[in-house]
Structures are given as structure tokens and as C-alpha cells.
């Protein structure tokens, strides 16, 4: 006989059993209802492309992140890292298939070879959705708006989406004259929140000089509220321009929609050196901030630009489904559930196996959730499969019962029993 | 400007837009809802393993079909490419945390770098259910009661399942001496579909001799029912034995819940070389027999040896959803859908946005999708948007109607419009 081999599994890479599957599935199914709700609709892409299609022709930083070989064909590939690529890429590919606005959305796994230390994953699942086509405040806020009622639909009420416009920190820069040193003043103020404004200082000092320091960490600061943020934001670019009067308009659709509460102006957000042209945010949950943003994502007006000379203005937002069910659980919102099952039918006699799956699939019928215990053992065996597994209800049906064309049920819960009683009683106490 | 990259996809991979994504996600979801109403939870593993677990010491036949690489780690990796082999080494490495008996499913891609001339994809979608403890009748009945719920539940009415019990074919070459041409004989029988008997026997006869091949063919032989091919092979076997009185079991359970008339005893299944030991079974949809099984299975004693001493019998079958869904394309049985939205708001006013996401958000809770158009455009541009897109209604509110606080419905289908009604009136219109 052949050696065993021991079952591992990759570091960074995660077995679901069943509590944790059901819970990214109910997870999953609420986002999808909302999304659908909406109007968006789903896509999918293959989990392996081209490699210079995924990473252009350059490569660069996120490389050394990327799971890249040859196939058996000799081709170069690799697992994508995101969904936002091959969306760009997707949408190239089939522009003359797709209606604009077009709004979809797409679940599904991607992999990056991470350092695993910090408790990140190689393999996790991304949740992206876009309106591709108009540029208009109204599409900025259907996604803020998704956010907001995805949100509220996990159950979620603890949270706060932080907004700001990469276009209002572009001319304050350009304002200021310092639109080359670009790069290094994103990267410093990206740190606020986590080494706060003296050590951001401390870094940008010596690229704008102590006097700009001080401007640029006025302006990344907040006002108390929404217009005087704005205003501040407005005379320190020069005056209204076409992105102020865009968050103006956010801020109106927001208050008039009644959602206003759960927004907040964050001039200090930029989303470092990624592609953003306009609005920005970030979601966090307010009970546990520190574990960083669970929604973020912002405007990029030319989407697909690798692969397509024309010009598709794109508004978008990514839940990290990973990061999220973490906090819902450190939250204690998430149930733990071993089955799905809302009644265990026993084996009291393996003659009449035939009749426990009729009255099984009458329960199923009415949706109720019924599993049967498939191997004649002894009762105690059979609750205690019942009880580990959480199961509410047992139908029990001996040969007497059989002949009565009754049942006994007993609430696992309450431990209540409910003997010789017809089905359609029985149907209704475990619907209950 | 860096030049533009093709936006080209590998082949045998594929991009899903939404009509064929709206589809697969109801078809999931119908399945997901009826294994779950029966008891099943679902799992998941990682998509990349290590490549010795996957395939074993050896490698063999798979080795070539499979995507492996080295990660960046220099650890030996590969993509799975069935669920099954990663169920067996999630259940031995998880053994301590399940209860048996375990009812799983998984709905997961799977990649095989095969030739991709014949329509096969190199990237698709398994669907596995399997039970896990029991080795009882009832167990290898649940599994076929499940395939033949699924089948109901998607609307398929007019398809057979074809079973048959390995047990009993081994049996037979044992009563006739010939175990030691096991493998010979399974290969040619599994042909018998494709090439007839005549084909077969040609196979058979330099193997086993004539006379032999001529009692294997009467042994694939099904007799007119399932009792008359069970007394025919009981025979052949030199009498009863635990493997009969199980096929003897499964039609009793099969005619007191009365599916038998979807059941189909037929002794040439065999499923060729796996590792089956049990019963076996395969789907057909009667309209379009050629495409082939469209849900197979059987049961395997010792599903997880490879990684485990502990034998642990399961009972297991598996749907390609690819597969299925071209057949029930191919059967005219899926809608083609752009979008799952009811409602569209169109922009009449600019001004009167918030308005109209207010609008959304009731229609929302009432489980109405609901799409805005995003843009100030043309009337007529929005209303070719609805109908490129298949929603059955505009919803129209312009200065006059938001002062009255009316709205007008416009029912796409029909032509009817319903001019200055109630929001409330105008719901009722939309749900029914």
C-alpha cells in the first residue's frame, strides 16, 4: 500500500468548512440581492490571462505579488491579483456587446503572493462593482449609495464612508505649484492615519519646504462638517471649479436622499498612487476602525486605456469580503451555524426508509430545510447528531406512528415533545 | 502613450457577460437552494494546492491536463482540476471537526489544460455532492433522490438516470475467473455507447474468448425492468449477494417515493476505470441523449486513503454545469436576459435626482429592481436603453408630476402608459 500524504495546505491558502462557508454565502447572497436591486448585473472573468494582458507590458511592483508561469502550451500566464484588470480588459474586449451605462458587478477569488505574516491571504475573494459610462454626480452617488445599502443590509449600522476628490487635490497642487512633487506628497499624506500629521510633516518638509507642509496639512484636514470643508477646499484651490461643485452636488443628492449622516468629507484621502480622477472614499466601521477600510474605491475616467484608445469614464467601489467577515465576526454579527437543516427525520426502522423520504420531500416542499438520518443507529446517536449540528427539530415516526399515520416532534431547543399528532401539525410547529 | 494591449482572452477560457452570467447564477442558485433543503452544507478548498497532494507520488495520465508551476516560493503548485480529489484531503485533514454522516456540496472552477478542439474549456465549473459515513441504501438513495430533485427543480422534466452497481460487475468477473482482465474489459464495456456491442465484442474476444464476450455482452445486457435485469444478473453472479439486495433496496426506496419511472437499471455503466465500488449512475436529458451524462456518481469506500488510514465511505455525484447549461440551452429552456432590473427611472431633470433615488430606495424595499439613468439625455435615447436591455418599465416623473406628487408608468411590453398616477398605484402596476 502506498504511503499517506499529509493533507496541507498552502500558507496563505484556507479550507472553508461549513460554519465559515455558510456565512461568506449568506454574506455573498445579501450583496448580490442589493446589487441586483439596483440594477447591476453580474459577470464573470477567467481566473487565468495572459500575462502581459494582466500586468502590460512593463510588470513592475506588483510582480513579485503575482502567481505567473508558463502553461503546458508554453504561453506566459498568471492568476489575476484583482478584478479591476481584467474588467478593463473585459470591457475593451466586448465594447460592441455592452449597452453604456453599463453596471455590473463581479464576486469571485484572486491570489497574490503576499507575505502571509500580518494575516493576509494568498487566495481571497473580491466583491467590484462599476457604472461604466456616464461621468455625472449621480453616478458618483448610486455607488456611495450601493455602499451605504449593502451596508445597512449586513446589518451593518456602525459605519462611516470617508469621501474626498482626487481632482480637488490635484489643483490645490497645481495651485500650489507642486504638481511634480505629485507622487511624494501622496505618499505622505496616504500615512495620516497611521503616523499621523507631525511625522507626515517630518516627510514632506523637506520636499515642499515647512510653510507648504503646514498648507498641505490644512488642507487634508476636515471642517466639522460637509460645507465648510467644501468652502475651506474651494478657496485654497483658487475658487469653485468643476470637482468642488461635483461634491456639492454628492452632498445634496446625500441630504436628499437622507443618507447624509453616514458621510463625511476626509480631504485626507487619496488612495495613494492608484488611477483615481475624481471622488474617493473609504468605509469604516466605527467600532473597529482600526482594521482599515472594508469598501473603498473612487472615479478613473479612462478605465481601460491599456487596451482601448477609447475613453470609458468608469465610478466604482471593491468590498474585501475577507477583511469584512472578519470584523463582522470580531463584531459577534455573524451567526456560527453547522447545518442548515430545520429538522432531522430519525431512523426508527430501516423499512420505513421509503416513507421518511416522501414526508422529506413533502417538508422540502413547503422549504423547509429537512435532512435525514441515513444509517440505522442507536436514538441517542441520533440526537446527539441532531444537537451538534444545531438542528431544531426531530420528526419521529416508529412503526406504531406509521400505522397512525402520525408523527411525534420534539424541539430540540425547548425539549418539548408533541406526540401522535398529524403531519400537517407537524409541518406548522416546525415551520413556527 | 504606451501602445494598446489586444485584449485577448486564453483559449478554452471565457469572459461571462451578463446574459450568460444572469444564468448561471439562477442555476447555481436553484441547486444551492435544493441541496440545501436537503441538508447539505457547503464547503470550499483552495484553488491552488500543493502538487504532490493533488496528484500523488506518482502523477501519471493527469500529470499533463494539469496547470502546475512553481510560486514564487519554489514550492511545487497546481491549480485543482476536479473537487473531488481536494474533498478527500479536506476530509482527512479535517476529520476531528466533522460529524459524520457529512453531506457536503461544492460549486467551484476547476482547470484542466485539455484540447480544447471539441468544445471542452480548459476553465469550468464542478458541482460535487456527496455524503460521507453511511454506506446504507438509503445513503446511495439520497444522492439520486437529490440528482432527480435538481433535475425537477430546473425545470428538466424529460431525462433518465441510468444505475448500476460495481459490486455486482466484479462479482461477475470473479464468478468467471476473470478479475485478472479487470481492467481490459472495463475499457471496452465503457465503450459500448459510443462504438455498439458488435465494436465491443471485437474488443473483448481475443481477451476472454468468444463465449466469454458473449456473456459479457448479455450481462450489460438491461433486461425490460429493473426486477427482470436484477434476476437476470443475480443469476449471473451464482446468486444473491449484498450487492443485489442493495439494487434490490434502492428500487423499493425508488417506487415508495415514486421516482422509479426516472430510474433506469443498466448494467453497461460502469464509469470505466474509477475509483467507484458501489452503485454508479449517469444522467441522460432524453432530447439531446448525444452530449451525454449530464450528472454521474457512484459510491467509493475509501474516498480519502491517499491521505488517511481512517476508511471513510462516501456516496457522491457531480454535475457539469457547462455541460448542462448548454443543454438546456440547446433545449431552449433559458432565458436570455440583459439586465434583472423591472423599473427605469429616466432623467427628466437634473435637479430632481435625489427625488429619484428616494423613488429607487421604496421600490428597492419592495424587492423591485430598480435602475436610474444616470445621464441627462435624450428621451428617446432612454427609452432604446430600457428596451435594449428588456426592462418592462420607465418610470416617468418630470417638474409637473413631482409637484403633484404623481408619477407616470409607461409599460414598455404593452405600449400602455399610465399617466399622473399615485407612487403607490404606480408599484402595483410594476409588481404585477
Known amino acids: 500500500m502506498a504511503s499517506i500524504i499529509e493533507p496541507r495546505v498552502l500558507k496563505g491558502f484556507r479550507d472553508f468548512l461549513p460554519p465559515a462557508e455558510i456565512k461568506r454565502k449568506e454574506i455573498q447572497r445579501i450583496l448580490e440581492g442589493t446589487f441586483e436591486n439596483f440594477g447591476f448585473v453580474p459577470i464573470d472573468t477567467p481566473a487565468l490571462e495572459y500575462r502581459d494582458v494582466l500586468l502590460g507590458k512593463g510588470g513592475g511592483e506588483t510582480d513579485k505579488q503575482v502567481y505567473a508561469f508558463q502553461d503546458n502550451g508554453g504561453r506566459d500566464v498568471s492568476l489575476r491579483f484583482d478584478l479591476t484588470v481584467p474588467f478593463a480588459r473585459f470591457l475593451a474586449a466586448h465594447r460592441n456587446e455592452l449597452y453604456l451605462p453599463f453596471k455590473r458587478y463581479h464576486i469571485a477569488k484572486v491570489w497574490r503572493g503576499e507575505n502571509t505574516q500580518k494575516g493576509r491571504y494568498r487566495e481571497f475573494t473580491q466583491c467590484d462593482f462599476d457604472i461604466v459610462g456616464p461621468d455625472s454626480a449621480s453616478a458618483d452617488f448610486e455607488i456611495i449609495f450601493m455602499m451605504y445599502t449593502s451596508m445597512k443590509a449586513l446589518g451593518v449600522e456602525n459605519f462611516i464612508i470617508h469621501i474626498s476628490h482626487r481632482g480637488i487635490f490635484n489643483a490645490f497642487l497645481e495651485h500650489n505649484d507642486l504638481k511634480g512633487a505629485n507622487v511624494e506628497i501622496l505618499r505622505a499624506v496616504d500615512k495620516i492615519a497611521k503616523i499621523g500629521a507631525d511625522e507626515v510633516k517630518k516627510i514632506l518638509e523637506p520636499v515642499t519646504g515647512g510653510e507648504m507642509a503646514d498648507k ?34 454628492l452632498f445634496k443628492l446625500a441630504t436628499e436622499t437622507g443618507i447624509s449622516e453616514a458621510l463625511y468629507f476626509d480631504p485626507s484621502i487619496t488612495r495613494g498612487l ?95 430545510s429537512t435532512e435525514l ?56 410547529l416546525i415551520q413556527a
Chains 1, 2 share one sequence.
Not at 216 to 226: M, Q, R, S, V, Y
Open 274 to 368: 492608484d488611477y483615481y480622477t475624481g471622488v474617493v472614499y473609504e468605509t469604516f466601521l466605527k467600532d473597529i476602525p482600526r482594521i482599515g477600510s472594508v469598501c473603498s474605491g473612487g472615479r478613473y475616467n479612462n478605465l481601460a486605456g491599456l487596451y482601448t484608445k477609447e475613453e470609458l469614464p468608469g465610478v466604482g467601489s471593491s468590498i474585501g469580503l475577507d477583511r469584512l467577515i472578519a470584523a463582522l465576526e470580531e463584531l459577534d454579527m455573524l451567526s456560527t451555524k453547522e447545518s442548515l437543516s430545520r429538522v432531522l427525520i430519525l431512523n426508527m426502522d430501516d423499512s420505513l426508509m421509503g416513507y421518511y423520504f416522501s414526508m422529506a420531500s413533502k417538508l422540502r416542499e413547503k422549504n423547509i
Open 216 to 249: 498641505i496639512l490644512d488642507f487634508i484636514k476636515a471642517e466639522t462638517n460637509w460645507q465648510d470643508t467644501l468652502k475651506k477646499l474651494t478657496e485654497l484651490v483658487g475658487g469653485e471649479n468643476e470637482h468642488t461643485l461635483r461634491m456639492e452636488s
Open 373 to 428: 438520518y441515513l444509517e440505522k443507529k442507536k436514538l441517542k446517536n441520533q440526537f446527539s447528531f441532531a444537537e451538534k449540528k444545531n438542528i431544531p427539530f426531530a420528526l419521529i415516526c416508529g412503526e406504531d406512528e406509521y400505522k397512525n399515520g402520525t408523527v411525534n416532534i420534539k424541539n430540540l431547543t425547548t425539549r418539548e415533545s408533541f406526540n401522535n399528532i398529524g403531519f400537517d401539525e407537524a409541518i406548522k
